[in-house]
Structure formats: structure tokens, C-alpha cells
């Protein structure tokens, strides 16, 4: 039997079948990621404003929740760098980046005071679920997941009352934006600092 004869005996080890099963089965995991992260960028629309707007802003708004969709699952991994490119970067951090990017989205869109708790309250729950330092596999031991998470709705709940102040347009307005600066860089710097320091 020759090597063509015996590759052509041989199976594929990856049919059409399997591939497409594999996409099935990546697109429907982790079903409470996946619909916390939709759910958050649907919010950050405005989707009170978006059933009476034009159909691409529709269509932009689909676009949205299926790439939230794909996006939402927690990258339970130790980091590993295997590429600078843009692509994989956002996809590497892509937990980080649908957050921030349903952030930008609600501030532009103005949604009303309801929507802006909902967007809160959404943005707490999926950065809690899809936390790799506190839930994830390769979280250190012993770690108190209750701080991480008092952090959090600490900070969410800082910057929902800083954005609701009523000082747009006065004196006090960029004092506050500074002191929001501010206590963001100090818990920045003190969250990387407990990352990269040792455990125990």
C-alpha cells in the first residue's frame, strides 16, 4: 500500500460533522455568560429608542447582540502571549472590551434613569460571572471572592451617582470628573497591584 493509498484509507479526523458541531457547541456554552453579555449590550442601545428607529439601527443593534453573543463567555486560561495583533488581543481580552464598549454605548445614547440602573446592575452581574481571578479555574486559593465583588458594586455604584450629579454645566463639573479620575487610577493601580503580587 502506497502513502496516497493509505491517506485515502485513513479518515478525516475532523469531518464536516464534527466542525460544525464544534461551532454549535462553542456558540452555546457557558449560556449565563453568554446572556448577562447580551443582555448588557441590548441595554446599553437603548432599546425603548430602538424599536422606533430606522432599520440599520436595527440591524446595527442585531449586529451588536451577536457579537456580544460570541463575545460574552469567560476566557478561563492562564495568559498566554501569542500574538500582538489587534485581532487577537480583543479576542484574548474580550471580556474587558464588551463591557467597555456597552459603557461608551450607554453614554452615548442618553438612556433614561431606569435603563442606566439596568445597565448597572447587568454590568456588575457579568463582570462577576465571567471574572477568571475570583471564579475561573486558575484563581489562587483562599481568596475571599465576597471582596472582588463588594469592589465592584462599590465602583459601579460610584460612577452611576457621579454620572446622575447634577453639575453638568457648572463650576463643580470638573472637579468632580477629576475626583472620578482619579479614584478610578487608585483602584487601577491597587487591583494590578494585588494581581502581580504574590499569593500567600
Known amino acids: 500500500m502506497t502513502t496516497a493509498d493509505a491517506r485515502a484509507a485513513?479518515?478525516?479526523?475532523r469531518p464536516a460533522?464534527?466542525?460544525a458541531a464544534l461551532l454549535v457547541a462553542r456558540l452555546t456554552s457557558r449560556v449565563t455568560d453568554r446572556l448577562l453579555g447580551t443582555a448588557l449590550a441590548v441595554a446599553a442601545c437603548d432599546p425603548p429608542a430602538?424599536?422606533?428607529?430606522?432599520w440599520l439601527v436595527k440591524v446595527l443593534v442585531l449586529g451588536a447582540a451577536g457579537a456580544a453573543w460570541w463575545a460574552a463567555p469567560m476566557v478561563d486560561?492562564?495568559?498566554?502571549?501569542?500574538?500582538?495583533?489587534?485581532?487577537?488581543?480583543?479576542?484574548r481580552r474580550r471580556t474587558t472590551v464588551l463591557p467597555a464598549a456597552a459603557i461608551a454605548v450607554a453614554a452615548a445614547t442618553d438612556p433614561p434613569l431606569w435603563l442606566v440602573v439596568c445597565v448597572a446592575a447587568l454590568l456588575l452581574a457579568y463582570l462577576l460571572v465571567t471574572d477568571a481571578?475570583?471564579?475561573g479555574v486558575t484563581a489562587p486559593?483562599?481568596?475571599p471572592q465576597a471582596t472582588p465583588a463588594l469592589a465592584a458594586a462599590a465602583a459601579i455604584a460610584l460612577v452611576l451617582l457621579a454620572a446622575q450629579a447634577p453639575v453638568?454645566?457648572?463650576?463643580?463639573?470638573?472637579?468632580l470628573a477629576s475626583l472620578v479620575i482619579a479614584a478610578t487610577t487608585v483602584c487601577l493601580v491597587l487591583a494590578l497591584r494585588t494581581r502581580r503580587g504574590p499569593s500567600g
Open 50 to 54: 430602538v424599536l422606533h428607529a430606522s
Open 10 to 13: 485513513r479518515p478525516d479526523p
Open 133 to 135: 481571578w475570583t471564579v
Open 168 to 175: 453638568v454645566g457648572t463650576s463643580w463639573a470638573r472637579l
Open 77 to 91: 486560561a492562564r495568559p498566554v502571549l501569542t500574538s500582538m495583533r489587534w485581532r487577537a488581543v480583543a479576542a
Open 141 to 143: 486559593p483562599g481568596r
Open 17 to 19: 460533522d464534527s466542525r
